[in-house]
């Protein structure tokens, strides 16, 4: 899955909120293939759903094209067990998530034909919690 190898803190706190995080101009625009998975509303995609992505666009595309990924996740989110009492720290890490701002670019496709990268971005969003667009150059 898309999990980080190495981090140097095992957990971190929420941060600030998605309408007052500032995209970067890389973000926005496409570099890596002529057709993208644009973001419409910001929110968090876990690194099982990024992973989900990433296999049903290779699945359609198979060696006709290329896949990057833009989205990675490397925000910890924890979770204390069910039961448990109030207090007594912080919990554990439950998952990865990666925080989406709207706008930014999920992924990227290098293909030649149109309608495999229509189909396989369709599929790749009905697998996301937010509202995505196609794009392309």
Known sequence: ????????????????????????????????????????????????????????INKVIKKSGRVVMRSFSHTPVTKKPIEVRMGKGKGNVDRWVSKVTAGSLICEIECNSYSLVRKALYLAQIRLPLKTKICTL
């Open 1 to 56: 899955m898309f999990l980080p190898r190495s981090y140097k803190f095992k957990k971190q706190q929420k941060g600030k909120s998605f309408n007052k995080i500032v995209q970067t101009q890389s973000s926005k625009y496409l570099t890596f293939g002529s057709y993208s998975l644009k973001a419409l509303e910001s929110g968090r995609v876990s690194s099982k759903q990024l992973e989900s992505v990433y296999q049903a």
